[in-house]
């Protein structure tokens, strides 16, 4: 097609964009507003807002919570994702369809349906401390994009440089740490950093499982929206939004940022 | 090669999603049916109450504005990204993610402070004498759509713009050249092709709008209750676990029927979809 889009679909495509982009805007320059309230355009220019989200222990401690939740469950799902990807795309598994949708389950049954029935099978059968909770229900929520990112990432390796080093003399299990793994290293880096967000982003299962004193920081932030309404939160919320930015540049360096347009 | 190693490997993660994941999930629907004769009666009284019929409604017709709001406006946006060079279309998609993978409390957050009473936007208004006093913005059926177009048509337009990209330029211009009309290509040509991604988008859209949780409860208020806010309250609130886990069941089934519903569109509009 040699027309390209008119100034009126580009026109729109703009204002799309504006939409998509300006409210974070407006977050970030309240954050430095020197009012008691949340005030745009921002009056006066500070950081002491930023200084208070250090002085709130209960940020602090959350966002504590939040990152071992993060790293823990990411490290476990990959650990319990990685074979599954490597036997899903390694060997002819029966029903490979069916198989591929079983291990993306925890994205398609609704968050907080899950949330709930943990916590209902939880209270009522079991009685596991909320940490360790957390822990696993995080692990379930992050699974499917361990077993994803690195499967896409091992249907591009050619198994034969695999089967070169077992004929060669190696053991299964020195073949795939010493070739299979160390090249879907960036496969396997992207779906660290996915899985790390998601988790760390995630309100409708901890929302159920959270318990007195262990609070994850959405969560916190959530009840706090809901009582004060002061720049404190916009400054937490400009901190999230720098570690976005860290987490795209990772992304974009290993699996590139056109995954998500596929 | 042993035969079992598939399995070995598989099992771990296996049996991981179904113990912590089916079972409870499971249990979650028995728990609605036992203990009630007959069965289904505990839906009878859920679903008779008019109260949770308001909610259901509510909760379909905010999903379904959702995405038809983010198809419309999603749809010419990823049509010029498809048709950026290289280097425009890698800026719009980092643009497009970057929303996507904030916080979903911040997102939410964000109109909050630009819907509120004494928002940016009720300040803006005023400011310009278009409103004499400031509207009511704020806990609306409608900030919650806002919301929810906001946190889910990059969704859409990720999903469009991979399809868009994979039409052959060299179809339309032979649809041009045998005569069509801009329209006609776009109506006959480009719409059908994109039949794919715009269901896979739709789907996005609907079930994460209708299963969504903290921007209805920021946006929406306690007036605005969705089944999400409703499952939450009857469990933790009103500790009706029997209710809430109908409220569960319902949300399963709906998202599932829509699903299935969609797919089925989308082999109308386009045979050659799976």
């Known amino acids: ?262 | 090669m042993n035969r079992w190693l598939p399995l070995a490997l598989l099992l771990p993660a296996g049996v991981m999603i179904v113990v912590v994941l089916l079972v409870p999930v499971g249990r979650t629907m028995g728990l609605t049916v036992v203990d009630q004769s007959p069965w289904w009666s505990g839906y009878v009284a859920t679903l008779s109450d008019p109260f949770t019929q308001g909610v259901l409604w509510r909760t379909l017709r905010i999903a379904a504005l959702s995405t038809l709001i983010a198809a419309i406006i999603g749809f010419p946006t990823a049509y010029v990204i498809a048709r950026s060079p290289p280097r425009r279309r890698s800026l719009f998609i980092i643009l497009a993610v970057f929303p996507l993978l904030t916080n979903p409390v911040v997102r939410a957050f964000a109109w909050m402070v630009i819907l509120g009473r004494n928002g940016f936007l009720n300040d803006t208004l005023v400011g310009i004498g278009l409103l004499d006093a400031p509207a009511r913005m704020m806990f609306t059926e409608g900030a919650v759509v806002v919301g929810f177009v906001y946190l889910f048509s990059p969704l859409m337009i990720l999903s469009l713009v991979g399809v868009l990209e994979g039409i052959d330029r060299d179809l339309l211009d032979a649809a041009t050249s045998l005569g069509a009309s801009q329209a006609a290509v776009f109506r006959r040509v480009v719409l059908p092709l994109a039949v794919p991604g715009l269901i896979v988008g739709s789907v996005l859209v609907f079930t994460g709008s209708f299963t969504a949780y903290t921007t209805p409860q920021l946006l929406g208020g306690d007036r605005n209750t969705v089944l999400a806010t409703l499952l939450y309250q009857k469990a933790m609130v009103q500790l009706d676990w029997v209710g809430a886990s109908t409220i569960a069941v319902v949300m399963v089934a709906m998202t599932i029927a829509v699903i299935l519903v969609m797919n089925a569109v989308a082999r109308r509009l386009n045979p050659t979809v799976g």
């Open chain 1, 1 to 262: 097609m040699d027309r390209k889009p008119g100034f009126l679909l580009t026109g729109v495509a703009l204002l799309v964009y504006v939409f998509l982009l300006t409210p974070m805007a407006i977050v970030a320059a309240t954050a430095f507003s020197d009012t008691q309230f949340l005030a745009f355009p921002p009056q006066g220019l500070t950081v002491r807002w930023f200084a208070n989200v250090f002085a709130v222990s209960a940020f602090l401690d959350s966002f504590w919570i939040s990152a071992q939740l993060a790293v823990g469950g990411t490290l476990l799902s990959l650990l319990v994702g990685i074979p599954a990807a490597y036997a899903l795309s390694r060997f002819r598994v029966p029903m490979p369809r069916a198989l591929r949708t079983f291990f993306v389950l925890p994205i398609l049954v609704p968050e907080v349906v899950f949330g709930f029935s943990a916590l209902s099978a939880i209270n009522q059968t079991f009685q596991i401390p909320v940490f360790p909770t957390l822990l696993i229900a995080h692990t379930i929520i992050v699974l499917p994009y361990s077993v994803r990112v690195v499967s896409a990432s091992l249907a591009n390796f050619d198994f034969s440089a695999e089967e070169a080093a077992i004929s060669l003399g190696a053991g299964r299990l020195e073949a795939f740490f010493r070739i299979v793994l160390p090249n879907v290293r960036s496969g396997v880096i992207a779906a660290f950093i996915l899985a790390f967000i998601t988790s760390l982003n995630n309100v409708p299962v901890s929302l159920f499982l959270t318990g007195p004193g262990i609070s994850t920081l959405p969560i916190q932030m959530l009840s706090y929206v809901e009582y004060f309404f002061d720049p404190t939160i916009a400054a937490v919320s400009v901190l999230l939004m720098i570690m976005t930015i860290g987490v795209m540049v990772v992304v974009e360096r290993t699996l590139g940022l056109s995954y998500f347009a596929k």
